[in-house]
Nanobody, 116 residues
Framework: QVHVVESGGGLVQPGGSLRLSCAAS????????MAWYRQVPGKQRELVAQ???????TYADSVKGRFTISGDNAKSTVDLQMDTLRPDDTAVYYC??????????WGQGTQVTVSS
């Protein structure tokens, strides 16, 4: 059993910053990837940023240069630093831990609202 919890969402003005944090606990193994996704009502969940074992990262085009993913596999934690936030970043953000043995494990989501 793996339990995943996100934190750090909230309301922020356009141009502001937020840092999301996520931790996995329980029967964890080394993860092959740690990632952040987001979803708005009526749309599919989309990948925002991914951190792979070995340290490589990928970002959605819409967040490149503004968001930074970081993580610690040994501690089963992953963060998302979000700068220069825009109203279209408003969504529920989910973190996901994956390895081939345990499969994918998702958190419950944290709301991020960017509005003046």
């Amino acid at each position: 059993q793996v339990h995943v919890v996100e934190s750090g969402g909230g309301l922020v003005q356009p141009g502001g910053s937020l840092r999301l944090s996520c931790a996995a606990s329980g029967n964890t193994f080394d993860f092959e990837s740690m990632a952040w996704y987001r979803q708005v009502p009526g749309k599919q969940r989309e990948l925002v940023a991914q951190l792979l074992v070995g340290g490589s990262t990928t970002y959605a085009d819409s967040v490149k240069g503004r968001f930074t993913i970081s993580g610690d596999n040994a501690k089963s934690t992953v963060d998302l630093q979000m700068d220069t936030l825009r109203p279209d970043d408003t969504a529920v953000y989910y973190c996901r831990f994956y390895n081939i043995i345990m499969g994918a494990h998702w958190g419950q989501g944290t709301q991020v609202t960017v509005s003046s």
